[in-house]
């Protein structure tokens, strides 16, 4: 894209609902980027730092859809979704034609495709584009962003991903970037898994599992987990990146399409039954490298 293509599509008035731990921070980046943003949570609080870098608040999402062009979403799951596009006051009450809705939330493939069918009678457009790289990669723009949609959506809404995002890869139809982010969220479960079990080794065996971890991070058991995520796992203490509990709804997606296509996927199975431990015991909010907490518990430490 050229610099006068850039300009052009900054033109294109921003709207971003759903400011949570990952929401508010791509908000910011859009704002920070130059793009004209509304905003809207359905927390008003948290619209207030958007406003202080310059987004508008609404008051309402309809409100956000009427004043934008393109509307980003970041919520919880499906059901979020379906209330803020098509309830009281939703997006689907703003939208006009020839508005695009981008979803970067994660939802069964079904419902993005659903939502799409949905909005199309409205004359909006949809992609699905959900991303991977916790709140530190929401802060600092480096998301993958895994998208879903037609080739003129994804080419008018690529300056927006970028300004998000570090790695923006269209996959296909709507519903491919919940595939992928499907896909994302199960390796990483295993991922998780290794890399707890690899630190009460050590831990049982007296190292000094920094500096092991270390020695490994240059190697084939190299990973963002254990760059990221081994020395929450050391400490035993599990500060919010994502939300474990979401996790434990991802590889609920993950399973149920397995399912559907006759995968099997006995790690993720024993990842997803770890979590709900987890959370029966109130930890719901933790990040989800508290994976290790029934690992450590297990071995004694």
Request: proline share 3%; net charge negative.
């Amino acid at each position: 894209m050229t610099t006068s293509e850039r300009s052009e599509a900054k033109r294109e008035k921003i709207g971003f609902v759903g400011l949570g731990t990952m929401g508010q921070f791509m908000a910011s980046n859009l704002v920070n980027s130059g793009f004209a943003v509304t905003v809207w949570n359905r927390t008003s609080e948290r619209t207030a730092p958007l406003a202080e870098l310059g987004a508008t608040r609404a008051a309402s999402p309809a409100e956000v859809a009427r004043a934008s062009d393109i509307v980003v979403a970041c919520l919880t799951d499906s059901p979020q979704v379906e209330e803020v596009l098509f309830g009281p006051n939703g997006l689907a009450e703003g939208f006009s034609s020839g508005s695009l809705f981008v979803d970067c939330s994660t939802l069964s493939p079904l419902k993005a495709r659903e939502f799409a069918e949905r909005l199309a009678p409205l004359g909006v457009t949809t992609l699905d584009a959900p991303v991977s790289g916790a709140s530190e990669g929401a802060k600092n723009a480096t998301l993958s962003i895994m998208v879903g949609g037609a080739d003129g959506d994804v080419e008018r809404a690529q300056s927006v991903l970028n300004a998000m995002g570090r790695t923006v890869t269209h996959l296909g139809d709507v519903g491919a970037g919940q595939w992928a982010k499907a896909i994302n969220q199960v390796i990483l479960a295993g991922t998780y898994l290794g890399v707890a079990e690899g630190v009460a080794l050590g831990l049982k065996a007296g190292l000094d599992v920094e500096r092991v971890l270390g020695a490994l991070r240059g190697g084939a058991a190299g990973s963002w987990v254990l760059e990221s995520r081994s020395g929450r796992m050391i400490e035993d203490d599990y500060p919010l990146g994502f939300k474990i509990s979401l996790h434990r709804k991802d590889l609920g997606i993950g399973l149920e399409l397995a399912q559907s296509v006759g995968a099997v996927l006995p790690v993720t199975a024993l990842a997803a039954t770890f979590e709900d431990g987890i959370i029966a015991q109130g930890f719901g909010d933790d990040d989800n490298s508290a994976l290790a907490r029934p690992i450590r518990k297990l071995s004694g430490l």
